[in-house]
């Protein structure tokens, strides 16, 4: 019954693969969201998207693809792994603003690491 | 400079004090978050603010809008609140939410 639910958990892959991470939500959100959480604990938005519709790429380099096929799902798609790209990805989800309740829910997060 | 600020970045209590972690933001916003995150673990929001005060247990949060300032105190300080806390603000406007995050406060409860 986990409200927003990423996968994997870990994921420890050589640099120059291809790897995706795997969110979903059954809160009934329309908005969904990707953070980073760097070495140093600090998160920063990647990625927003509203009911399957990209609002905000936060300078976030090409080779990171988003892709929200219904409005309870956005997986992360990562292209040719770079050793920088070592952190944990953090998946949230929240209803849209003016909606009453901002309650945002995150995922467990995935660690990343690129060797 | 980060748009939110935290102090103190790592705190150092023992078991039963009275704690206070405080937020500065620079931006217009239309809420303020508390989150708490365990050593390895995920992100939990403790409170979503847009005016006053609200209470959940031994959390208080508290917000002045007028002055760009919340605080999040924690009574009777337990070692099971050792967790790193992080303010976080939503904007307005076409921002959808998007959250801006202040750079964590380390909380370690002694017992």
């Known amino acids: 019954d986990t409200a927003v639910s990423q996968t994997p958990k870990y994921l420890v892959t050589q640099m120059g693969n291809d790897k995706s991470i795997k969110c979903e939500q059954n809160l009934g959100h329309d908005t969904m969201y990707w953070y980073k959480q760097d070495s140093k604990k600090f998160l920063k938005i990647m990625f927003s998207y509203n009911n399957k519709e990209l609002i905000i790429n936060e300078t976030v380099p090409n080779r990171f693809s988003p892709k929200s096929p219904d409005k309870a799902h956005l997986n992360l798609h990562i292209n040719s792994l770079e050793l920088g790209d070592s952190a944990v990805y953090f998946c949230?989800?929240?209803?849209?603003?003016?909606?009453?309740?901002?309650?945002?829910?995150f995922g467990s997060g995935t660690r990343l690491t690129v060797v | 400079k980060n748009e939110v600020e935290q102090s103190p970045q790592n705190l150092t209590a023992q078991e039963g004090e009275f704690i206070t972690i405080n937020c500065s933001y620079s931006?217009?916003?239309?809420?303020l978050h508390w989150l708490q995150q365990h050593p390895g673990g995920g992100i939990v929001s403790l409170f979503m603010?847009?005016?006053g005060k609200k209470k959940h247990g031994r959390l208080i949060a508290t917000i002045n809008i007028q002055e760009k300032h919340s605080s999040l105190h924690i009574t009777a300080s337990h070692p099971r609140d050792s967790a790193v806390y992080i303010c976080?603000?939503?904007?307005?406007?076409?921002?959808?939410?998007?959250?801006?995050f202040g750079q964590g406060t380390i909380l370690t409860v002694h017992p």
């Open positions: 949230a989800s929240s209803p849209l603003p003016g909606q009453g309740n901002y309650g945002y829910t």
């Open positions: 976080a603000v939503r904007a307005g406007g076409t921002s959808y939410g998007k959250l801006t």
């Open positions: 931006v217009g916003i239309s809420a």
């Open positions: 603010l847009s005016s």
